[in-house]
Nanobody, 133 residues
Framework: QVKLVESGGDSVQAGGSLRLSCVAS????????LGWFRQAPGAEREVVAT????????YYTDSVKGRFTISQDNGKNTVNLQMKSLKPEDTAKYYC??????????????????????????WGQGTQVTVSS
């Protein structure tokens, strides 16, 4: 069974930094892409960043460009999100998500994220990031 476990969330002052990490396990074959989305109370989910190591492609939502950096460890099952110059509007619960082609048949057809050619159908329980002004 696919599992994604996030860590690294915390409360920081505006201008501070945090590093989120996520470890994926239980997928049948390989990992196509990993990424992060966030959700603040009362707001819609927002894809923050994605990375697809085989193609070298990354994606960032406009509001985090230049401040956040996504990276993936050599083993491919770990993704990190380095966040700098944090702002109060970055406050949200951050979820790690994965695109696992061998598990597509288990995806919920109505609840998934598509970013480019990536199809994210699994995510973790989330880690809270709170930025105070």
């Amino acid at each position: 069974q696919v599992k994604l476990v996030e860590s690294g969330g915390d409360s920081v002052q505006a201008g501070g930094s945090l590093r989120l990490s996520c470890v994926a396990s239980g997928y049948k074959y390989g990992v196509h892409c990993l990424g992060w989305f966030r959700q603040a109370p009362g707001a819609e989910r927002e894809v923050v960043a994605t990375i697809c190591p085989d193609s070298g492609r990354t994606y960032y939502t406009d509001s985090v460009k230049g401040r956040f950096t996504i990276s993936q460890d050599n083993g491919k099952n770990t993704v990190n999100l380095q966040m700098k110059s944090l702002k109060p509007e970055d406050t949200a619960k951050y979820y790690c998500m994965g695109d696992f082609p061998g598990d597509y048949s288990d995806y919920d057809s109505t609840d998934r994220f598509k970013v480019g050619d990536a199809d994210f159908g699994y995510w973790g329980q989330g880690t809270q990031v709170t930025v105070s002004s």
